[in-house]
Each structure stands twice: as structure tokens, then as C-alpha cells.
């Protein structure tokens, strides 16, 4: 997407990070995959996903996984325990 609306993206992000808990781990992965696919590099969104993540990992399955490892790589992030925790359930 060449066009991205960054209020827009914002007010969604800010909406979502009180409720991201209750997402399932392919709802998750698919929203942070969003993010790192346009671009949004949003800090509170990210480690709200990474939080939720974490707390679910014995839930993701393979492609869960891969594709939270890829928006992390893609949008630069340095999230030690999240990456620690998908090694470890890509492991098991």
C-alpha cells in the first residue's frame, strides 16, 4: 500500500492495545504482519502485541511464528524476550 492514512493507523492502534489481550495468536500475528507489511512502526502497538504474544506462545502455531518473526525483523525491532519466546515454541 502506497497510501497509508497515519491518523487513521494511530487511532486503531490506540484502540486496539487495551483489547489486544483478549486476541487469539493468529489475530495477533496477523496484526503485527499488518503493521510491519504498510510500514507502521507504532512503539505501544508493537510491545502490546509482544506482551500478548508472550503470554500465549504455547498457542502459536508454525505460522504464527514465522510471520511475528518476520514483522519483527521487517520493522527493526530488538525484542529480546519475544524473540526468545518464538525460538523456543518454533523449538518445541
Do not use: K, M, Y
Not at 500475528?29 to 502485541?49: K, M, Q, V
Not at 509482544?50 to 511475528?68: D, H, L
Request: with cysteine; aromatic share 8%; hydrophobic share 50%.
Amino acid at each position: 500500500l502506497a497510501v497509508r492514512n497515519f491518523p487513521f493507523l494511530n487511532a486503531l492502534a490506540a484502540a486496539s492495545i487495551p483489547i489486544i489481550a483478549q486476541f487469539d495468536p493468529q489475530g495477533l500475528s496477523n496484526t503485527f504482519w499488518s503493521c510491519a507489511e504498510i510500514g507502521f512502526a507504532h512503539l505501544p502497538l508493537r510491545e502490546a502485541i509482544s506482551a500478548a504474544s508472550i503470554a500465549r506462545i504455547s498457542e502459536f502455531e508454525a505460522q504464527g511464528i514465522a510471520n511475528t518473526a518476520w514483522a519483527l525483523a521487517t520493522l527493526e525491532g530488538c525484542d529480546g524476550p519475544l524473540l526468545h519466546a518464538l525460538a523456543g515454541q518454533a523449538r518445541d
